[in-house]
């Protein structure tokens, strides 16, 4: 064909040897990823039950605080009252928190404290109500008879399932014809159907609450999973808080005393810190004044995929589902996202009436969160 110099638009649609230009591949521009559900990864088990539950335990506490109605506890003083005496035991080395001074317990009755004040040649100090104690250990008598039997209850926890839906119907006509793009119309329609599954389940894990009640759920009531922010109630860093870093931007300091908190008060292994994009930004830049290149490179990079920090190796994960002023700190290892038996995602055909075909895409799920100390939740930051 000899050349016109006419471009190919000028061509009309009369001209039947142009075939269509169209691309075999559907662009998709609704985000759809689930990062943090890739994260976790599957579950080893099933839940076999609408009410799915766990066993939880802890060790005998160690740490008190002061209970005493007098403000201040004088130098001399050798009682004095704590929240919770059944926590001590006479023998219990005790010592404040941050304080040098060591006591020694001589006697319980009740929330009441009985001490040997500058215990080992140690300089007693003044004594503060809320002041948190710490029992360094007990020490027993030779020959004595053995103490008290004192153990912990295992708490049973649980969570519900909940019931995600689609429903899909494809006409006789459609199935039929030959779409671009498409080799079946039925499968792409589940195929569509399901990634918005997947991204509510992602975004109901994170968010998701129970009803405030029948949560079995009933003929009129439906039966919600709660999400692990609203497990979260001990580990929760509010800006603004006594004690948490100032400032509403995140940054090293909120991450660190987060994390550092959360290690002292739990055995959890954080190795999760999961942001929205925003808060995602405020992490890479904790690098950017710090950051050198060479006068050849070409790219500049900017992003922190971990993050680790003297109490544990954190991956970051990016989710378009976070609140934008939260940021969640996780141990992967005490958390499950868990399908009810024979329940995951699957497609069911259903009957037809008509000219068409239809179906029903259906999974239940729960999250199983296991000690929710063991994991925190900073809350109230900026998000512009």
């Not at 109630?233 to 300091?253: C, H, R, S």
Request: net charge negative; with cysteine.
């Amino acid at each position: 064909m000899s050349f016109t110099g006419k471009a190919t638009y000028t061509a009309g649609p009369d001209l039947p040897e142009l075939a269509q230009d169209v691309s075999d591949l559907v662009g998709i521009i609704s985000p759809y990823e689930t990062p943090l559900l890739d994260a976790l990864g599957d579950p080893l088990r099933s839940a076999t039950s609408t009410h799915h539950e766990w066993l939880e335990d802890a060790l005998l506490p160690n740490k008190d605080q002061i209970d005493d109605n007098v403000i201040a506890v004088p130098v001399g003083d050798t009682q004095f009252d704590v929240a919770h005496g059944d926590r001590f035991r006479a023998g219990d080395q005790i010592q404040i928190e941050g304080k040098k001074e060591l006591m020694l317990v001589a006697e319980v009755s009740g929330n009441t404290l009985t001490v040997v004040r500058g215990y080992a040649g140690t300089t007693p100090q003044a004594l503060v109500d809320g002041q948190v104690v710490i029992i360094l250990g007990n020490a027993a008598l030779e020959g004595a008879d053995r103490p008290d039997t004192r153990f912990t209850n295992r708490v049973r926890r649980g969570n519900w399932t909940q019931i995600f839906t689609h429903s899909v119907e494809v006409s006789g006509s459609d199935l039929a014809a030959s779409p671009i793009g498409l080799a079946d119309e039925m499968d792409y329609q589940k195929q569509q159907r399901l990634r918005e599954l997947l991204r509510d389940l992602e975004n109901t894990v994170i968010n998701g609450g129970l009803p405030s009640s029948t949560p079995q759920g009933g003929s009129a009531v439906r039966r919600t999973l709660r999400g692990i922010i609203r497990h979260l109630k001990t580990q929760i860093f509010n800006v603004g808080d006594t004690g948490f870093p100032a400032g509403e931007q995140l940054d090293e300091a909120k991450i660190n005393y987060a994390l550092r908190t959360i290690w002292e008060n739990s055995s959890a292994g954080i190795d999760l810190i999961v942001v929205n994009g925003y808060q995602k930004r405020r992490i890479n830049s904790f690098l950017s004044g710090s950051r050198a290149f060479g006068s050849a490179e070409t790219t500049y990079r900017d992003r922190v995929s971990m993050y680790e920090s003297d109490f544990g190796l954190c991956r970051i994960v990016t989710t378009r589902w976070m609140p934008q002023d939260a940021v969640l700190l996780l141990d992967s290892s005490r958390v499950a996202v868990l399908p009810l038996a024979g329940r995951s995602f699957h497609f069911k055909p259903l009957s037809s009436r008509g000219d068409y075909e239809c179906g029903q895409l259906i999974g239940e799920y729960t999250l199983e969160l296991k000690n929710e100390a063991a994991h925190g939740i900073i809350r109230g930051l900026a998000a512009s």
